[in-house]
């Protein structure tokens, strides 16, 4: 791992957290108190996003999140799974064009 990419990735990382926060908040249909998308034992998906972002990178994970945790939320997290899949394709296209 190179630790210069790990150090500069918090900047990267908070502009992706605010990018999906608003699509990991939404209230299950019953109101308070029932489980709600995205939140997993107090983990949201734009922080598993966080996780799967620097996964993709090589970079270390997020304090807080194992990659344990990481791979049972893309078990069973179908938006987080193709956000994941878009990341890599995205950083695919990236090397191709000679930008990574």
């Known amino acids: 791992m190179n630790r ?7 900047p990267r990382a908070a502009r992706a957290q605010a990018v999906t926060v608003s699509s990991s908040r939404t209230t299950a249909p019953g109101g ?15 922080e598993f996003r966080t996780a799967i972002s620097a996964r993709v990178d090589g970079e270390e994970l997020p ?5 344990a945790a990481l791979d049972a939320h893309l078990g069973s997290c179908a938006e987080c799974r193709e956000w994941g899949a878009r990341a890599r394709r995205l950083k695919g296209l990236a090397v191709g064009l000679g930008l990574m």
Do not use: L, M, Q, Y
């Open 4 to 10: 210069s990419t790990a150090s500069a990735s918090p």
């Open 63 to 67: 304090p807080g999140i194992s990659p």
């Open 32 to 46: 308070e108190g029932r489980t709600r998308a995205g939140d997993d034992g107090g983990v949201h998906c734009s």
